[in-house]
């Protein structure tokens, strides 16, 4: 198995740049409410107060974990005169997440967890 394309011909580590942004990435996901925020925003487009209501979490604890994820580039706004809307920046972390729930199922399903 490789990564990223690699033959594994010539046995290089991933450059330390990229190592610290998949890291970071993945620190971002580390979080329950940030997780429970891109599950929400993959169904559609919603503000703070939407997604603070699905989640019952107060606005202030959304806003800052979206900022985090704004700043990681995992997700968009758009204004719409004084509203702000956010969505998923695009469908890559979707797909991050679909891969981690198959594989999550799958160790369950063979009663590894």
Do not use: W
Not at 10 to 18: G, I
Not at 57 to 74: D, T, Y
């Amino acid at each position: 198995m490789v990564i990223d394309g690699d033959t594994g011909a010539e046995m290089s580590m991933l450059p330390d740049k990229l190592v610290g942004k998949l890291s970071s990435f993945f620190k971002v996901l580390g979080d329950d409410t940030r997780v429970k925020i891109i599950y929400a925003l993959s169904r559609q487009e919603l503000c703070v107060t939407d997604i603070a209501a699905q989640l019952d979490i107060s606005q202030s604890a959304i806003s800052h974990q979206l900022k985090q994820l704004r700043a990681e580039g995992l997700v968009r706004v758009r204004r719409d005169g004084k509203n702000i809307f956010y969505a998923l920046d695009d469908n890559h972390v979707l797909d991050i997440i679909n891969v981690a729930i198959s594989h999550i199922r799958h160790k369950v399903r063979d009663g590894e967890l």
